[in-house]
């Protein structure tokens, strides 16, 4: 799978190329906003690396513009800026994570091949329809229709749209969510947040995502308490 790094700090771009590549990653590299946007049109991307304090077309602005025409890439952003608006900003663009320097090259790699894996998932298989009012999701061509209009969903926002309506009625808790969605045990919870609004936006007044005040989210009426907060 063929992955873009997009950082103006060679040091950053070497060491995290190496990582990818003991993961047996094809890795594409950049130096800045105009190269990285030439590699996104050239390239067929799985994923795509992006710093947030690049030369311009920063990363928010490429992700903002990757999103316009294409939900398929996954898109991380690294920034130095650790404030959560600034964070929230750079997942309301449309990035599937958001990862603050300093960071471990390592929890990155390990990012990348959580997104990856499912990406990576085959869409042959026995995997049944999910459907709630007029949604309608199918999990092994990663497929997602309202009142069967197709819905452009990135990675993670298909995930966890799975994710809710095979467990309907249940509440998860973020942590919960970034766990059982995201594959982590760790990480930022406002991803989650911005993720569900996201969905929302998406899917419109066909959505069935409740906030469970104190506790987290779920997919239709609760019938009784899950997840803690």
């Not at 958001?98 to 042959?124: D, G, H, M, N």
């Not at 766990?179 to 007044?205: C, E, Y």
């Amino acid at each position: 799978m063929r992955v873009l790094i997009a950082d103006d700090d060679p040091v950053v771009r070497e060491v995290v190329r190496r990582y990818l590549e003991r993961d047996g990653l094809t890795v594409v590299e950049a130096a800045d906003g105009p190269t990285a946007a030439k590699a996104l049109a050239k390239h067929d991307l799985d994923l795509a690396v992006l710093d947030v304090m690049m030369p311009p077309p920063d990363g928010i602005e490429l992700c903002r513009t990757v999103r316009a025409v294409d939900q398929d890439v996954a898109i991380i952003l690294l920034t130095a800026l650790g404030e959560e608006e600034d964070r929230v900003i750079g997942l309301s663009a449309g990035a599937d994570d958001y990862l603050t320097k300093p960071f471990s090259p390592r929890e990155l790699a390990l990012r990348v091949a959580a997104v990856l894996r499912r990406i990576r998932q085959p869409a042959a298989g026995a995997q049944p329809v999910l459907r709630s009012g007029a949604i309608e999701v199918h999990p092994g061509a990663r497929t997602a229709r309202v009142d069967g209009v197709p819905v452009e969903l990135t990675a993670r926002e298909f995930d966890l749209l799975a994710f809710l309506l095979a467990n309907q009625q249940r509440v998860f808790s973020r942590s919960e969510l970034l766990a059982q969605v995201w594959g982590w045990n760790f990480g930022d919870q406002s991803t989650v947040t911005v993720h569900i609004k996201r969905l929302r936006a998406k899917l419109g007044a066909a959505h069935g995502i409740d906030t469970v005040w104190g506790h987290g989210y779920a997919w239709g009426r609760v019938t009784a308490k899950g997840a803690g907060a």
